[in-house]
């Protein structure tokens, strides 16, 4: 009985990966509704909504080149495997079949988790960086409490409570104890 999985199958997850890649990618460009529309409102000094859209396809633009970059590297190797290393040629068979398909459903599965996971993280990371800019882009050394209440708000992650402080607001939202307070 031949294996059902042999080295050409790197082909099949250099595939996997560049399919999941190239729609992270694209996923600045798909937007929907409520994006769209948050991206087209107009706000003093700048979009809360934009930028926070900006942020997420910055983060899915870097895992979504990863993810093509090692699609590239794992074809590359299926072609290396076959033209140096495989001494027999591929078997085939429906159950052959299903698992390369399935391989590169996991490929792709694969990199939506990894997405899922580092998202979050990133984008907090990023948004607290980004908040440190007033309204002509000039960095400061803390966050200013006005941009973490839009973007915290822009970003779904709650609204102030009432009568709380943009201080005690991004301690809440955002864990960031030390920022400037008041518009910009």
Known sequence: MRSLISLSDLFVVGIGLDIAGAFLLTKG???????????????????????????DDRIAGVVGVTALVLGFVFQLAGYFANSSISSSATSTSLGRGIVTVAIAVAAIAVVAIAHRIVRPHLRRRQLVSLAKYDTQARRADR???????????AAGLGEPNNGESQAEYALRIWNVGDITEGLI
């Open 29 to 55: 460009l798909l937007l929907g509704d409520e994006q769209i529309l948050g991206k087209a409102g107009a706000y003093y000094g700048a979009n809360p909504h934009q930028v926070v859209a900006s942020v």
């Open 143 to 153: 966050p200013f409490g006005f941009n973490l209440v839009a973007y915290g708000q």
